[in-house]
């Protein structure tokens, strides 16, 4: 076969040109090797992976989607949509009397990314533990903790969900708090348990499994792929708890797993509607930095195609205190042109709004409203999908928002009460940036 378009004198060809070829391939042929090629059952590999002397290297052989899952963030060929969640593996839970279960949620993306209806799914008879993930975006994480997973038990109980048997602060990819997830697994587990991951896309389940795997005796060459491109896991991923020795707690007789199952899709995820070279523009890859605004009534804030909020009535000027990993743009609002949603002069917020496709912005039904004395502590905030988050203080008076979201859905904000950070704002010592 002739190679269409490559002219080289190698033996090895770059990843370019074998796609190109694969491209030309019978489609028959196309889809064995474009398509996921993770076996279901059994997914330890080798990864390559750079030990401490920097010096050893181990590999493992990477099908084409989890190469460029890995190290471009999007798939050759995107996964079926009927494959993300395999609804067989929930059926079958839902029947079995033993397992724990691992609910994963990501912190920075909260209440947003917490499966609602996780006893509907998996059933109301098995102990569950929170594991809040990406805890690294916070600021001052170590110091916020107690007071965080205070917040998350409140807000978790305003939303009617069930008592969790604990709730871990983690990051999986700093390695933040495993060793306190590792104790609740092994309080928890009895011998014939099995354990299941469970979260929807994007959360970070499959990170969280890697950062256990990392505490293994063979944790240079255990790990499982993993993404910022929802779906990534499409089949069950089982790991035997043999792996982990004892470290999980003891086994009995029969095989036992870690099953990190599919992510749940929730097309409230604001997530869903951006195409995957955008992950890495709107996902925070640090700690956010805490941007503070003194807004008068009559201006507006864009979060880029995330959100718009016009402050219509205020007393005094208030403070929003913006958490995001997109810079905000705030301009008056009588200025806002009419023929456009999103106005902005920043390049980032730009590329994000030339190829996002979500819809246009448009109101809300009903003013986010408040009533305060002027405290500095911030008195609620507001969640954006995907976006992250806006704290609101020094409210004296009364206080009127109008709020813009993806189509006008409801489903996209969130006023949370009281805020996660309310103190991230004091009048000693904070940059004001003043409109």
């Excluded at 009617?160 to 933040?176: D, H, Q």
């Excluded at 890859?285 to 718009?308: D, H, M, S």
């Excluded at 390049?347 to 030339?354: A, V």
Aim: hydrophobic share 40%; charged share 20%.
């Amino acid at each position: 076969m002739s190679r269409p378009g490559i002219q080289t004198t190698s033996k090895q060809l770059s990843e370019r040109d074998a796609e190109l070829l694969v491209r030309h391939l019978d489609a028959d042929v196309q889809s064995l090797l474009l398509n996921d090629a993770i076996p279901r059952n059994s997914e330890i590999r080798n990864l390559s992976d750079e030990t401490d002397s920097a010096t050893t290297r181990v590999s493992r052989t990477l099908c084409l989607r989890c190469h460029n899952l890995l190290h471009q963030n999007h798939e050759i060929a995107p996964a079926q949509s009927n494959l993300i969640t395999d609804h067989q593996i929930f059926a079958k839970m839902r029947k079995e009397q033993n397992g724990i279960v691992l609910l994963v949620v990501d912190i920075y993306d909260f209440p947003f990314s917490l499966v609602r209806n996780v006893q509907q799914i998996i059933g109301s008879h098995r102990p569950i533990v929170l594991v809040v993930n990406k805890v690294d975006v916070l600021p001052n994480p170590d110091r916020h903790s107690a007071r965080v997973q205070k917040w998350v038990r409140e807000q978790c109980k305003q939303l009617g969900l069930p008592t969790f048997k604990n709730i871990c602060l983690v990051s999986a990819k700093k390695g933040y708090g495993i060793f306190e997830l590792i104790n609740t697994i092994r309080e928890l587990r009895d011998a014939k348990d099995d354990i299941y991951m469970v979260g929807y896309t994007n959360v970070g389940k499959s990170q969280v499994l890697n950062a256990l795997l990392n505490k293994t005796k063979e944790s240079s060459h255990l790990k499982v792929t993993s993404s910022k491109v929802p779906g990534t896991t499409i089949g069950k991923i089982s790991v035997p708890l043999s792996v982990f020795e004892n470290l999980l707690g003891p086994v009995d007789d029969k095989p036992r797993d870690i099953i990190d199952t599919p992510g749940i899709v929730n097309q409230q995820q604001a997530i869903h509607f951006l195409r995957p070279e955008l992950l890495d523009t709107i996902l925070p890859k640090q700690r956010v930095k805490p941007l503070n605004y003194r807004l008068p009534e009559g201006k507006t804030i864009f979060l880029g195609p995330f959100a718009r909020i016009d402050v219509v009535e205020a007393e005094k000027p208030i403070i929003a205190t913006v958490c995001s990993a997109i810079s905000p743009h705030i301009v008056t609002t009588c200025k806002i042109s009419t023929d456009t949603s999103h106005p902005t002069h920043d390049p980032k917020t730009l590329n994000i709004l030339n190829v996002a496709q979500l819809p246009t912005l448009q109101p809300l039904p009903n003013y986010i409203q408040a009533h305060g004395d002027g405290s500095p502590v911030a008195q609620f905030d507001l969640a954006l999908s995907g976006a992250g988050w806006i704290g609101f203080a020094g409210i004296a008076g009364k206080l009127k928002l109008t709020v813009w979201s993806p189509g006008g859905d409801e489903g996209l904000v969130w006023k949370r009460e009281p805020a996660l950070l309310p103190f991230e704002f004091s009048a000693k010592g904070k940059k004001l940036t003043k409109l």
